[in-house]
């Protein structure tokens, strides 16, 4: 399984920004997506996730401002990130979950200058 993540950049404070994580190779239907983050020295933490059935999970500051949506055919997962603030400053990850695997994307980076 291979992850490609794509939309991060940089944006200014209240700005938005789409990222997009496509899973490819055997990719069973039944998973959980997700969007995690690491800022510079900091560990890394989860953003949010979205079962295959639609079932999302949110940490506490990313609730109201992002939204996480998958595509199921496409094997795709995206991150709309809106009211951006220079806190959101990270690289961000996509992983997929199944049968007590995970499989992490390459990361994508998203400034938010002040």
């Known amino acids: 399984v291979q992850l490609q993540a794509s939309g991060g950049g940089l944006v200014q404070a209240g700005g938005s920004l789409r990222l997009s994580c496509a899973a490819s190779?055997?990719?069973?239907?039944?998973?959980?997506m997700g969007w995690y983050r690491q800022a510079p020295g900091k560990q890394r933490e989860l953003v949010a996730t979205?079962?295959?059935?639609?079932?999302?999970n949110y940490q506490d500051s990313a609730k109201g401002r992002f939204t996480i949506s998958r595509d199921g055919a496409k094997n795709t997962v995206y991150l709309q990130m809106n009211r951006l603030k220079p806190d959101d400053t990270a690289v961000y990850y996509c992983?997929?979950?199944?049968?007590?695997?995970?499989?992490w994307g390459q990361g994508t980076e998203v400034t938010v200058s002040s």
């Open positions: 992983k997929l979950a199944y049968g007590g695997h995970d499989y």
């Open positions: 190779g055997s990719v069973f239907r039944h998973n959980v």
């Open positions: 979205i079962s295959s059935g639609g079932v999302t």
